[in-house]
């Protein structure tokens, strides 16, 4: 039996009423920033492609060329782009080179290295360079077992060990303006010190890792001698320790950076065009799942188009160059590359790279991938970069493995969406622009310049952080890194609506449906969250947070019938919605809300009212369309 709803509420809440809900579809988020012209909008940070949610890359304001792009982590994308115009070479993308060479190298660099140790606590100070380790025992590192996979020359078998590495400095004026760098490999647990000053502490690591050295920390290092100390913890298993200093190799320093000229953020592509000389170079970052013309939802592939123009009637010579350091991403890992249909693949772990092979050239130095194009003697030229990334987990949902959308069937392989992606760039690139004039006047109309900034970069915000699999009935289902996040789905709502992205709002809301409407779930309000990436299951969230839940997943609902003026969605799961509705009348009715600060975000007595008014919506809706 349908519950009817009768709130009694006052002039001041119809205004709140109101006023939320439309934020909530025209941007409820919208932050309150200084109103710019469109050409002159520059997020503080915006994702420049949307590939996978572990491997988009984004950029801090218009530092294309002052620094490389970053992960959603947080950590570098080491990629260097440079254009090189009659033999001068200008960088457009990066920073200077991520070569490095050692000072002091790791055991698999060189032959390995002399080292004093011990596996009993040695006192006080035992980091300190002034120490006296003389009665240490002797060892050649890195330390581990002897037999392994990685070059141990010194059997380490103890729970602790205790390491002091002297390493002699002939000119530390040769590290002025040049960074430095610790690397580091240990199993389980690790604390650097250089000079007796702290640097890192760190858990397990598999993998070579590497930090940069703090401007305080190098002005420690002395001409002359200098200690690298560590202690390194095993819990169990195998134990491992190798550490080793490196200083940066400036490979293209003598690469003029590039003259930004003009930047544009719009909804499905960012646009850089920069002065490399006499020659103009215009590079498009570009999504391939943005893509309206052709369904390419989830597909993990992004690329770079560029081309060049010159004004002038002489002819130059122009060569494109990106540079990407695969050790500093994987470490060292084995690079593999193939000509296959007109197309110069390379790959590296899970990144994939490729390039027409026309005028291509390929090399791989010193654990990077350089990949080279020949471009125009005349006044234009364009070509492409292709990134492709495959994510290594299968996402648990419901006891079965969901394949990403892209590959639901396990047949199809990365370098093939390349491929189809590469042979249509420069339409997927024409029609991005089409999409851009689309959204950009449509977002001047309805918010002005305010909401062209705000709405225009959370179209690929919410592509990088979101992946796409078909469930077992094959239903859509959208997923962030916390499993069916309610909270989050409802930030995502005024964006998604703004770009007519029902299907991805449907496929929001469905996991979160299906899972209350199965076995698993038996309370009367929906849950925050139904898991994390990649297994789902059991809440993150272990406090309620009932009465948001409940609300946010009416007003979604609501705002998905509103959009397609049909009731047949809130139809297929409307034994949930009454549940929801009835649990928050009663919590409404039961408890007694404070008059103060009704307008908070996360006022309950908002979220009950708010709730129950989008129900009633809900019920004019069932009434107008059945």
Known sequence: MEMKTNVRLVGVWRVIIISVIVSLIYACSCPDRKILSLSDITPSEHTLLAITPDFSLKVLGDTLNKSYPKLRTGKVFPIIGVLCVDGKAYRFMGSDSLRIFSLAPLSNDSI????????????????????????????????????????????????????????????????????????????????????????????????????????????????????????????????????????????????????????????????????????????????????????????????????????????????????????WMFGKREVNSWVEQGWRFTKSDSLYLAMRTDETRFSYEDNHIILSQKLCSGKEDRG????????????????????????????????????????????????????????????????????????????????????????PDDKLFCFGDTLGNVREAYKSFPALLFFNRVDWMKSLLDPVFIYCEGIYWNKKHPPYDIGLYPVSGKQVKLESCAVEAAANMLIMTTAIVEAEQDFGYADMHWSQLILWADYLQKRIKKETFPLEGLLGENDECVKCTLGLEAYRRLIQLKEVYE
């Open 112 to 327: 390995g290295w002399e080292g004093k140790y011990s596996f009993l606590f040695p006192g006080k100070g035992w980091e300190q360079k002034e120490y006296d380790d003389s009665l240490w025992d002797e060892g050649k590192g890195a330390f581990g077992p002897v037999k392994g996979n990685y070059p141990a020359h010194t059997l380490w078998g103890a729970e602790n060990i205790y390491v002091r590495r002297h390493i002699r400095v002939d000119d530390k004026d040769l590290l002025k303006e040049h960074k430095v760098y610790v690397r580091y490999i240990c199993d389980d647990q690790i604390k650097l010190f250089c000079n007796g000053r702290y640097l890192l502490k760190s858990g397990f690591t598999n993998q070579t890792k590497c930090q940069r050295l703090t401007d305080e920390a190098i002005n420690q290092i002395v001409n002359g001698d200098n200690v690298l100390a560590a202690y390194c913890r095993n819990t169990g298993g195998p134990a491992l320790l190798d550490f080793g200093l490196y200083i940066e190799n400036k490979t293209y320093t003598d690469a003029e950076p590039a003259i930004l000229k003009q930047k544009d953020v719009q909804a499905t592509r960012t646009q850089f065009v920069f002065q490399c000389g006499d020659v103009e170079l215009q590079i498009d970052f570009i999504s391939s799942s943005l893509s309206e013309k052709w369904d390419m939802t989830g597909w993990p592939i992004g690329f770079l188009s560029y081309q060049i123009r010159t004004e002038r009637e002489k002819e130059h010579t122009v060569k494109i160059l990106f540079d990407v350091d695969t050790e």
């Open 384 to 471: 492409v970069l292709l990134i492709g990334y495959k994510e290594g987990q299968t996402l648990q949902y419901g006891g079965e493995n969901l394949r990403p959308l892209w590959n639901n069937d396990g047949a199809k392989e990365v370098k093939e969406l390349m491929k189809s992606v590469g042979n249509r760039c420069q339409e997927l690139r024409q029609e991005s622009e089409k999409l851009d004039y689309k959204w950009n006047d449509k977002a001047l109309q309805v918010g002005g310049e305010t909401l062209a900034e705000y709405i225009l970069p959370a179209y690929r915000n919410f592509l990088s952080s979101h992946r796409f699999v078909l469930s």
